[in-house]
């Protein structure tokens, strides 16, 4: 695994899918070793912020561990993955926990019905999504009104991309309020080199103006 990939984090989807078709096998021990714990921190905060959801778009769920922490913690509801590595989704579906899984590149328009799901989350994805403001208002379209969105963002974009502006001129178009900004976390702390120093962003925000 070239670690100095992911610090770079290139945003084109198909050297992306490619790259983590690659990985997919190995993914899941790779980031037990450098103690990812973001699934288990947004699995918390849906169960905290929306304890009745009862469909969430788990939006780049990759080989699953979102949907896996989700049920950890209790959640019973339909739960939806979407991911471009093809390779990711197979070995999501084996972990059983998933009710649909789709390929779909999140720098498109999600073929998802407006106000159609309960709960959005994005976890570790963000890296490969340039467009912020674009895709977060795209999550907020898919959620019903008081529902929730959890999107991670690693530290070293938050700025670079403008995060805080986004979050504030999504409030400001009535999209979303927010609920809670809170970071930078610890994002791989095992992980070696400039990966293990990374910091990680958590947006928890409430679709709909206040
Ligand atoms: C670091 S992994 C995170 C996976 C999972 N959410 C997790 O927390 O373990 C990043 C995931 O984003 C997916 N991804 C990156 N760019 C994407 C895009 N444009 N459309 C859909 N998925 C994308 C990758 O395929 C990969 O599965």
Redesign the pocket.
């Known amino acids: 695994m070239a670690d100095d990939w992911l610090v770079q984090g290139p945003t084109d ?1 198909h050297e ?2 490619d790259h ?1 078709d690659d990985w997919a096998a190995r993914y899941d021990a790779d ?1 037990a070793t450098w103690s990812y714990r ?2 288990v921190a947004v699995a918390e905060r849906v169960r905290a912020h929306h304890p009745d959801a009862g469909t969430l778009l788990d939006a ?4 699953g ?2 949907g896996r922490a989700l049920r950890a913690s209790g959640f019973g509801g339909r739960i939806v993955g ?4 093809q390779a ?1 989704l197979r070995v999501a579906e084996r972990a059983g926990v998933y009710d649909e899984l789709r390929p ?4 498109q328009p999600l073929d998802v019905a407006d106000d159609s799901v309960d709960a959005l989350v994005c ?3 963000m890296t ?2 340039p467009d912020v403001d674009a895709v977060w208002r795209e999550f907020a379209r898919v959620v019903r009104p008081g529902g929730l969105v959890v999107v991670t963002q690693r530290e070293d974009l938050w700025q670079p991309r403008d995060c805080p502006g986004v979050v504030d001129r999504l409030a400001a178009d009535g999209v979303w309020t927010p609920i809670d900004v809170s970071g930078p976390a610890a994002y791989l702390p095992e992980a070696e080199g400039e990966l293990g120093g990374l910091g990680c962003y958590y947006v928890t925000a409430r679709v709909g103006s206040a």
Request: hydrophobic share 50%; with cysteine.
């Open positions: 989807p992306v899918a983590y980031l973001a699934p780049g769920c990759g080989t561990l979102v979407l991911d471009v590595s990711s779909a590149d999140l720098q976890v570790g994805v490969y999504l």
